[in-house]
């Protein structure tokens, strides 16, 4: 009886040893060959790396935020053109200029078309631009630390919206305006719009070794509305692209009346020839107002310079620089394939694409055979410069990208898709639905002559069911495409931040090696920085009182302060004495009325506090440090304005 | 019936002394994961020595430094250096004379190996997570954590020759 018990458990045991087996077995096969294929496309294992970083605007937010893909993960928000609590970013007393304009400290911005540097038509990822729409601004960010390095304001400028694009060199970062307006401004009618606002098209230039941006000319356009733009590149390198819309100068209810002409126009701005002529003393010299905010790595401490010039050219000046190309019905995207040849323009309520030949155009600028002139400018005729049309793709086209493989995609708005079709044949491939209303979509590489056409990602405006609701407001969506193939494969939705309006997107290699991993202490040159211990101190200017702290784990040092009176003005000047990558020190005090600091190895940050109420007040590390980050803290004591409490600092007096 | 109560009290008690001898062996900190450790023998007594004045020449730790050769004169030249690296990175929590945050540096020399003394500076992660005295010194201060630094080994060569001259 045993033995037959035996038999049986030994016999049950082998089976199920099996069939698990064999259950394993299948259901392998099964998951390769179905659904799970695509799992498998974006799965980026707990502790590996993502191939690809992608940069997305964050819209209303001011910020751009970084991606992974294929993952979809985001990894951080950079505070670009707002007040940013996590870090201090417009808060501290370092960052604060970051954010000066000329009106005044603006606290936020409108964030809209990232673009990647480039040299010699391939993308570089040292820096990554990005535009302020409200306030017109530039900005640069160093892809080295992922911190906002400089930016500077754009005079005569209203809805910076065609920028900020790189050419191929990144010679220059070009900022035009969507909004025309009376330039200089003046008290003037609304209604008198028509001939005289104008349209500034800015070329600002970048240092080749530092990246220093510097205004070098604006383009003073007849009043329309500039939307998007992009470079020339290859055999169109010297030229930059510009839709137009508006072209009827209306100042109201533009949903009609800038919807009356047939066609627009794309604007072809020679910029090699008025850079020529700018190098030879033209252009004039034109009062302005502008910031240019620059934040110094060594200092760790931006400075905000008012510039009160600008250097402004009237294009009829320069025979030859500037065309207008004649395009169907108030044109979004202005896209440029990787070759420089063909340049595409989205009419939004046109039903077909239409693209423009840049060999054309420079054969009929050459015939000199012209439909006419707008404010003196030359306009070309469509039939001349037309390449071909996209017939019937889709409804509302807005943005074209370019794999590198002799394929364009194309967003449509209306329709909620992306097209994809063939350059020269301009054949439709493949169509695949987005969820919901898409706007921009980006390429790795995507405004470079190489793009790195492996993943296609589309941000959608709407995402209504696409996610758990979360009240009233939703995220906006984003959705990941493998376009190695012949059909785009839908592999991911991911949520992103604000809202996206363009990205840059490029392989992770060049920005992964470069990127720092701590503020070497012996480069801080902070004025107030406390570099070891020893200069650890308190120290009274009137009113002022400046307190030179340290942190390491898991102390601020000094962490008693006497000596405080209310009225005064504190400044907490923090050094993070650490030299280990990921280590950062928060610090707060009690009535702050910024924001808390997040301080890096090595880095210096200060706030001010102005202690209202007589008392003993905590201030702590708000960064979960060290398994004793919860004994990091310490007391300011706050007297009387008239009292005689002497400037006291300390740190563990009572050891031992 | 006798013989067999007999049998199970001697079990009992040999159980007992048995558990008793492997409490006490639990106290010696550093029997675990030290093969070559002839002494032994001597480590009851050595256990009531908190770590930070315990003596380990023998010990090298773990981390890049595998052996240290130090001169027979002190170099002056290095000492000068490594006294700035260890005012602008150690003062944080390292006072020559008197134990801070951590241990004081002075006569450390007499207590611990060159090699371990570098790998402390050099790999602290590693070194509280897998040296058995590292381990126990940071319990013995409270958890705070020996912070890497970043220094280059010939800095912490430096800081080494440095602490020759804090006797």
Redesign the interface.
Known sequence: MKNLLKLTFALVFVFAAFTSCNNTKSSDSKSGALASNVAEKVYVAPGEHDSHYAFISGGYSGNLTVYGLPSGRMFKEIPVFSQFATSGYGYSEETKPMLNTSHGFIPWGDSHHPDISQTAGEIDGRFIFINENNTPRIAKIDLKTFETTEIIEVPNSAGNHSSSFVTENTEYVVAGTRFSVPIPQRDMPIKDYKGNFQGALSFISVAPETGNMDIKFQVLMPGFNYDLSHPGRGKSHGWFFFTTYNTEEASTLLEVNASQNDKDFIAAVNWKKIEEYVNNGGGTMMPADYAHNVYDEHTHTATSTMIKEVRVVNPIDVPGAVYFLPTPKSPHGCDVDPSGEYIVGNGKLSANLTVHSFTKMLAAIEGEKFDGEAYGIPILKFEDVLAGSVEQPGLGPLHTEFDGKGNAYTTFFISSEVVKWKLGTWEVIDRQPTYYSVGHLTIPGGNSGKPQGKYMFAMNKITKDRYLPTGPEMEHSAQLYDISGEKMELLLDFPTHGEPHYAAAMEAGLIKERSQK?YN?EDNKHPYAA????DTKVVRKGNEVHIYM?T????F?PDNIEGVKVGDKVYFHVTN????FD?PHGFAVLGQNTSELLVMPGQTKSSVWEPTKVGVWPFYCTDFC???HQEMQGYIRVSAADADTPIKWSL?ED?? | MKTTLKLMTVLFVTLLLSCGGKEEKKKEPISYGKKEVPTKVETPKEAAVTASKRIDLATKGVGPIKSVTLGAEIDQEMVTHGADVYKKMCTACHRTDKKFIGPAPTGIMKRRSPEWIMNMILNPEEMVKVDPLAKELLMEFNGAPMANQNLSEEDARAVLEYFRTLK
């Open positions: 701590i202490l570099l070891s211990d020893a340290t390491i784990r898991s102390h040092s004495l650490e030299q280990d280590v060290s398994a004793l563990g050891i031992e």
